[in-house]
């Protein structure tokens, strides 16, 4: 089990950039996923981008290039950058971690660890 926490959250205009953070606690597994998802007002949570132990990227087709997901394994960190943000990005934004990944990158409930959540709003 990890701790996460999630930073880098805040209010944007549409066009706007944001790069949320996602600290781990602890690292060294040797089969994993990590993962961002976010749950928009009225909405399920859904799969934004993960990346896995093999470095392989995943990402939601809507974002359509706008997001990239990346890790600093020296310092235990998952990372976002979005660029061109829309108002429909607006969400609470997750981390989450997959330590024995089978895949399934989009399946939330393959994921036991989860941080908080960081605020993104995008207005028009």
């Known amino acids: 089990q990890v701790h996460l926490v999630e930073s880098g959250g805040g209010s944007v205009q549409a066009g706007g950039s944001l790069r949320l953070s996602c600290a781990l606690s602890e690292s060294g597994y040797d089969n994993y996923c990590m993962a961002w998802f976010r749950q928009a007002p009225g909405k399920e949570r859904e799969g934004v981008a993960a990346?896995?132990?093999?470095?392989?990227?995943n990402y939601a087709e809507y974002l359509q290039g706008r997001f990239a997901i990346s890790q600093d394994v020296d310092k235990n960190t998952l990372y976002l950058s979005m660029d061109n943000l829309k108002p429909e990005d607006t969400g609470m934004y997750y981390c989450a971690a997959d330590l024995d990944d089978n895949g399934r990158w989009w399946e939330e409930n393959d994921f036991g660890d989860w941080g908080q959540g960081t605020q993104v709003t995008v207005s028009s």
């Open positions: 990346i896995d132990s093999n470095g392989k990227r």
